[in-house]
């Protein structure tokens, strides 16, 4: 186990029960840690989603001249999704609790663990931050489905009379 996995360990035990996910998360929206308590929440579905509303936040924070991104906040019926960016903002870390646990003291861990987590992330050299990504995003390629050709089908019992 990695010192970061070791980190993100700690910090599920902190949260306890109403723990569902988190990861550490490139701006290219792959996570490079973390993972999901809950079978049927997925985590790096949810980390490669956040990637856009991170780089989201930023544009309009940016339009609006209302200061650098701190955190954001997502409210559902049955969650709280915290995303916030680390260190020079090369990643960020999405947590995804119940909507029992307490935010503040969620967002008093996550400060808390922050600083650990940036110490534990292998930096490379080439990893855009967000202010790279909003200057020139990251373009998809996307190809066009190859279409099969259509064969004729036969049915099953035609072919045994014969």
């Known amino acids: ?16 029960a109403d723990f569902i996910s988190t990861d550490v998360v490139g701006m290219d929206g792959m996570s490079i840690a973390g993972g999901s308590a809950d079978p049927n929440f997925s985590a790096s579905d ?7 509303i991170m780089k989201l936040a930023v544009k309009v924070s940016n339009k609006i001249n209302s200061g650098k991104v701190d955190d954001n906040l997502v409210t559902t019926n049955k969650n ?6 680390l260190g020079d903002s ?4 999405v947590v995804v ?3 029992n646990a307490t935010l503040g003291t969620l967002r008093m861990l996550m400060n808390e663990y922050a600083p650990q987590l940036i110490g534990a992330i292998p930096h490379v050299a080439d ?7 909003l200057e020139k995003p990251i373009e ?3 190809e066009p489905e190859k279409v099969k050709p259509v064969k004729d089908r036969r049915s099953f019992w035609e072919d045994q009379k014969k």
Request: charged share 20%.
């Open 127 to 133: 990893l855009p931050t967000i202010e790279q990504v």
């Open 90 to 93: 090369t990643y960020y870390w």
């Open 80 to 85: 709280y999704i915290i995303s916030r960016f």
């Open 140 to 142: 998809p390629k996307i």
């Open 97 to 99: 609790v119940t909507n």
């Open 46 to 52: 949810a980390a490669a989603r956040f990637a856009e």
């Open 1 to 16: 186990m990695t010192k970061l996995e070791q980190i993100i360990q700690q910090f599920k035990a902190e949260i306890g």
